[in-house]
Each structure stands twice: as structure tokens, then as C-alpha cells.
Nanobody, 114 residues
């Protein structure tokens, strides 16, 4: 089964940028859709961006125009470029299969604060 390792989080000021990476332990070539999810303190996990194998992308309204998801099948990696970050983006970010996630990785913490 595919496993995921997320990285790239950190503390950033409002308006700043981060690029998250998700390395898959196995080939993600056959996985139709991959996504980035996030879970803020006291809130349910939500899907914020996903990408289908043909490259089409979809975003939650809250991040549309600010986040960009991409994938590199050669590196078995999915990325999330996050720009113009806001305090409400503070959360632990995870990557996983869409729409039926498999085992979750440890996630990567993003804190947006001045």
C-alpha cells in the first residue's frame, strides 16, 4: 500500500509563501486523484486541493487563487505551493488519495502568524 511523507511546513508571516512536498513510498501513477487535506485545531479535516492524473485541478473556495497543486510522477511526489498565506490557513497539512484516503502520514504543520 502507498504511504505518504509530508514536509515543507513551518512558521510564516501573513502574506508569505510555503511549498509543501509529499513523497509517496510507492508509485502513484495508477492513483487517479491525489489531494492535499488540512486539519486546523478543533476542526474536521478538509480537502483543499486535488489533482487528477490528466492534470486537472480543483480547489476549495478558501484557497482558490492562492494555492497550486502539482505532481511529479517520476519523483512520486505531490506539491502544494501556498501563496498569500492567511492566519486561517494554520493547520496540519496531509496528502492522500481522493476521494477515499488510505493510511494517513504524519502531516506537516503550517503556522501563519505575525
Amino acid at each position: 500500500q502507498v504511504q505518504f511523507v509530508e514536509s515543507g511546513g513551518g512558521l510564516v508571516q501573513p502574506g508569505g509563501s510555503l511549498r509543501l512536498s509529499c513523497a509517496a513510498s510507492g508509485s502513484i501513477f495508477k492513483i487517479v486523484s491525489m489531494g492535499w487535506y488540512r486539519q486546523a485545531p478543533g476542526k474536521q479535516r478538509e480537502l483543499v486541493a486535488h489533482i487528477v492524473s490528466d492534470g486537472r485541478t480543483n480547489y476549495a473556495d478558501s484557497v482558490k487563487g492562492r494555492f497550486a497543486i502539482s505532481r511529479d510522477y517520476g519523483k512520486n511526489t505531490v506539491y502544494l505551493q501556498m501563496n498569500n498565506l492567511k492566519p486561517d490557513d494554520t493547520a496540519v497539512y496531509y496528502c492522500n488519495v481522493v476521494p477515499e484516503p488510505v493510511t494517513w502520514g504524519q502531516g506537516t504543520q503550517v503556522i501563519v502568524s505575525s
